[in-house]
């Protein structure tokens, strides 16, 4: 029964997962398509037998979705029916029909709760994208991976059945609950009982039958065996008579073939009388005529051997004219060969006494330069060593002239060097000690937030926490970065990466940007060359990331109303990225100064903006680093352009994306984690994201008290460890802890340190994964997933 149930299982998984064509590369957008065709497959609408035209209502800032829309429709019907795509961008448009679907992707989420307001009830299914809301969802895009590679979707059978919707037993198993998926096997297994019992009350049938048929059978046999020996009786009488009828038959035919061989026999007798006859005749003249060219023959073989006798004194005579030619042109030959090579020697003795007269000639002239360049070398080797005993006396001073200095060099180096720890340690401790209630900030105000239980000036007042929060978090990492560049610690991590799909995740984190700082009235735009979805470039995306990043921030601080434009485009062998915004621009006055250590744009007393100064002399320094340049343009009130260059690699051929529906099958449910945090606030946050994942935890406050519960319980199925604790620190804890544990849990780092080589050293140490402070639910749940998918598969 158990096999069944898999079986079961791998058939619907294959009657709902998406065909992409092969060698096609498919994006996120026709992924998404696609499988919103298949849920409408896999969905039953009241009457839609009478359905004539599908309409999907599309609210969404993102035209690539809207265009994949656009060219299935024109290719696939939806249960028979033509397919009309409508997009809306704000939801008090008016419409004319009810759509069968509603597409709202995460720029539109807030359109939510008005959209389920005005669908209540209605034959009418909602699919949306990276929607929190569980309550608000109906089918709900989503990726379970940081890097944003695995799509996947939830459905909420609750709300789409109360919309008057059938869902097919095949999409609960697959995207239902436990549930669900159960009550989908108990209808399978009831059904297959009924048909068992089909099957038992036809076999029961069939039983009968057969019986009856082998009394028949049984009857027939008999008969046939009376039949069989009848004729078998008959069969022999029949062969008696044909075997006379044969035997007379022969005895007519050869007494006939004998009449007929007489009569041939004298007819031939005749014949072969007159034609001996005739033959010996022929014989007598034929030899005659053999007699008489026997005679010719050998009158002509007498003259043959004549012939041959003269040819043969013929070449005899030949052969010894062609050897008289011979000796002839050797005699020849000998007598040019010899006055040519008397001709040669008298010129080389010629050639040889007028060189040699030139060469004394020479050699006369070359010994009087001779003598006058002994008498220079004899003056100057008087002078050398007048100069070399200056220079012994030069060099006793010298010698201990260098060596205070050696000594000088090796003190400032070594003060240099503790220097350079003093300051590298400073940092990380600052790091750590600002991160660390940083992490409980952002992660609660983040909770609440997301409760929406709060009024609007709350709301606000949240809103000024995390952009507070946020903005501190920029500042720290700025102050690290700066350091890191000044000490010559900045290293490029090169890997191959679609620019496209960077870009496109951009626009959806600054569009929320702009919604916090209460900007949302400013246009962002995305701009790329056409046809470059899948362009690979070869270089270290989190810095590139990162410059984008910096011109980002600051086109959006210094930019009030308009429109901001980022992108890029190909430039021969390299790739020119720009931010382009209708902000105040920059002064002309400060052109000059803008790349420098902080250096802040001022305008006058109009306006102070915010700021360290520090994002365009990293994101310069950064650039540099990649092998490229940036620059700028600007005019006052009208806006400024920030370009820089990176140079285009493209290593290899870019692997397809995973874009087919994620395994993602791990439940929190009856998962068992310990945790060990010596902060407490950080502890009750990692609480709190416990419960509300449906985690249970056991919660412990330094590395010692981990280690003993580990051994006192171990029945965990992974461990959360700070590195910074008192009594033991992370690291004691984790080799401590892995003496004991034969269950190969998995061991979570958490830390605030934010330095370049924190996180190689904790994955060297042994630990599973890395959290870095501050973290939100969503990174928590992430990392727990995929160590936890490690360990059940």
Known sequence: MEALKCLAVMLLVLLVRVNITQGQVATDESVRVAYTYQFASSISWPNESAIDTFRIHIFSANPSLLEAFESIAQKRSIKSAPVSIQAFSDISESVELLPNIVYVDNFRLTFLPRIYDQVQGLPILVISEENPRFDLSMINFFYSDRNRTNLSFELNRKNIEEQGLTISPSLLVISGSRADAAEVFKQQEERIREQQERVAQYLVQIEDLQQQIDSQSKTISKQSKNIEQKQFELANMQREIDSLNRNLDSLMFSIENQRVILASNDSVLKHQKLSLRAQSVTMREQERQIEERNAILKQQQEMVRAQQKEIEGQLAVLSEQQQQIVDQKRLLLLAVSTAVLALIVILLVFRSYKSKYRANQLLHMKNLAIEEQKNKIEMQKVEIEKQAKKLEEQ??????????????????????????????????NMSHETRTPLNAIIGFAKLLAERGTQEDEEMSYLRIIMNSSYDLLRLIND???IAKIESGQIDVHSTSFNIHNELYSLNAIYTNILFSKEKQHIDLLLAEPQNCDSLMLYSDKD?????????????????????????????????EFFVADTGCGIPNDQHKSIFKRFV???????????????????????????????????????????????????????????????????????????????????????????????????????GEEAVACFIRDGNFDAVLLDIQMPILDGYGALKQIAKHNAKQI???????????????????????????????????SNVLKNVLKGKTQ
Request: with cysteine; proline share 2%; aromatic share 10%.
């Open 395 to 428: 060099n006793v001073n010298l010698e201990s002239i260098v060596e205070q200095r050696t000594k000088d060099y090796r003190l400032a180096k070594e003060k240099a060097i503790e220097s350079d720890k003093l300051k590298t340690s400073f940092l990380a």
């Open 479 to 481: 102050i690290i970065d």
């Open 543 to 575: 810095r590139i990331l990162q410059v984008l990043k910096n011109l980002l921030d600051n086109a959006i601080k210094f930019t009030d109303e308009g429109k901001i434009e980022y992108g890029y485009k190909l430039k021969g062998e390299f790739i």
């Open 600 to 702: 802040k744009i001022q305008r006058g007393g109009e306006k102070l903006y915010s700021g360290t100064g520090l994002g365009l002399v990293i994101s310069k320094n950064l650039v540099e680093k990649l092998g490229g340049n940036i620059w700028f343009e600007s005019d006052t009130d009208k806006g400024t352009v920030f370009h820089f260059t990176i140079p285009y690699q493209s290593k290899g051929t870019p692997a397809a994306r995973a874009t087919v529906l994620s395994e993602d099958t791990i439940s929190f449910k009856g998962k068992r984690i310990l945790i060990c945090e010596d902060d407490e606030s950080s502890r009750k946050l990692l609480v709190q994201f416990c419960r509300m994942l449906n985690i249970d935890f056991v919660e412990t406050a330094n």
């Open 746 to 780: 998995p061991i979570v780092a958490q830390t605030a340190f934010a330095m370049s080589n924190d996180a190689k050293q904790i994955l060297n140490a042994g630990f599973s994964a890395y959290l870095a402070k501050p973290f939100l639910i969503n990174d928590f």
